[in-house]
């Protein structure tokens, strides 16, 4: 069932819930680096899966992403921002929402959010979204 417009919107415009999903991004970032710069873990894991120019251009971005999650607080921002959306909207949403009778929403654990963040983060599909619809683009400049 999907979320209502009201609860929407009070999650996606919470301060304490987009600190909670930067906070989230950071630590699945700081775990995806951590891992892909283990030479063992790349050549046993990743390496297999570089079968095509699209696996390849998706572990890129990716790659990218993770390194400007933990380094560029507006990256961060924007994309924690995207990633709460995500989450909410839609016929069936990642995380369910419900507004109590005074108005306000309901208490998300802080688990789902990160469980939720490490979904969206190993979803392709949704990157791939996310990169076809130009809602976001990542470039190289070589000076």
Known sequence: MPNSLDAQNLFRNSPEYLEIYQ???????GQFNGLI???AFFDAEI???LIN???VRIYTYKRLLSEMILFNPYVKFNLAKLAMAAA???ETPQLLLSVNTEGK???ILESDILRIVNE????NNLLIQLLNQNIFK???AFN
Do not use: C, R, W, Y
Not at 23 to 29: G, K, Q, R
Not at 120 to 123: M, W
């Open 120 to 123: 969206q983060f190993a979803d």
């Open 23 to 29: 906070t989230a991004l950071e630590n699945v970032a």
């Open 37 to 39: 710069t283990n030479p």
């Open 53 to 55: 120019d699209q696996t």
């Open 88 to 90: 909410v909207f839609g």
């Open 138 to 140: 990542i470039s190289v």
């Open 105 to 107: 929403l309901n208490p």
């Open 47 to 49: 390496k297999p899966t």
